[in-house]
């Protein structure tokens, strides 16, 4: 299989440690596919490029994923997919630009240094590349499932857009303590906010600029942080109440 990872990032990268392929990078910054390909048996191509391959990969971000989509999907001769984070949009420009071949969206739902993982998942046109990539990602250890576009999106405003949300503004509004101060649930937001904190805030900013969600966080916290005593217990019970259906929902 001849793959091009259009974007030579984090994910790109993955992908191409992933996919059982011969390898080819292209990005905007030619140092950086320059790199990547070095740093693998893989080879670095101009944007430019008229070549063509098996199979395109756009490991680009949201803001620019339906425009790679334009202008690299006629380089693929049998399948194209992308691991931008948004499946909605990217999907109607693979099938405008690109009817004819196999069509998927994947999003590893995790940083790569952080692998292996959840991969949603949505295959609009099924073939034997894309059924390769699947086994490719779920012999690495990661689990594969099928969602819709209608699905993923509507996931990540909460899954993404307001977890990020209570994350930073825990951070942002905590004071500095003394470590013996810490409680169990103070420790394990400090680490989860440590965690969103090391990567890149470009990444971070474009979640939350593509998907609803902090607004829904924002509105909570006004509510908790307005209540009196009574208030505040209905607000405990009704949070107590969606974990608990939002449980039932995913063992059913």
């Known amino acids: ?13 993955w992908v ?24 693998r048996e893989a ?3 101009p944007t430019t490029t008229d070549e063509a391959f098996d199979v395109v990969c756009l490991a680009v971000p949201m803001s620019a ?38 069509r998927a969206s994947f999003h590893p739902l995790f940083a790569p240094p952080r692998v292996p993982g959840n991969v949603a998942v949505v295959t609009a046109a099924d073939g034997p590349h894309l059924q390769a990539i699947r086994e490719d990602m779920t012999q690495a250890g ?9 699905e993923h999106d509507s996931a990540m405003e909460t899954v993404q857009a307001g977890a990020h949300t209570a994350v930073l503004a825990y951070a942002l509004a905590a004071d500095s303590v003394r470590e013996e101060f810490a409680t169990p649930v103070s420790e ?7 965690t969103v904190t090391e990567g890149d805030p470009g990444v971070y900013a474009e979640i939350q600029s593509t998907f609803d969600g902090a607004a829904a966080v924002a509105d909570a916290a006004e509510a908790i942080a307005a209540a009196d005593d009574e208030a505040f217990a209905d607000l405990y019970d009704a949070a107590k109440d969606n974990l608990d259906a939002e449980g039932r929902e995913r063992h059913q």
């Open 1 to 13: 299989m001849k793959l091009l990872v259009v974007g030579a990032g984090e994910m790109g990268r």
């Open 16 to 39: 191409a440690d992933t996919v059982d392929a011969d390898v080819a990078f292209t990005d905007a910054d030619a140092d950086v596919a320059a790199d990547a390909a070095a740093a």
């Open 43 to 45: 080879r670095r191509v």
């Open 65 to 102: 994923v339906e425009a790679a989509v334009e202008q690299y999907a006629p380089l693929a001769t049998e399948a194209i997919f992308d691991v931008s984070g948004v499946m909605a949009d990217p999907l109607a420009a693979m099938e405008t630009h690109a009817p004819d071949r196999d």
């Open 142 to 150: 990661n689990t594969v499932f099928e969602t819709t576009p209608e």
């Open 188 to 194: 394990q937001l400090e680490a989860v906010a440590r």
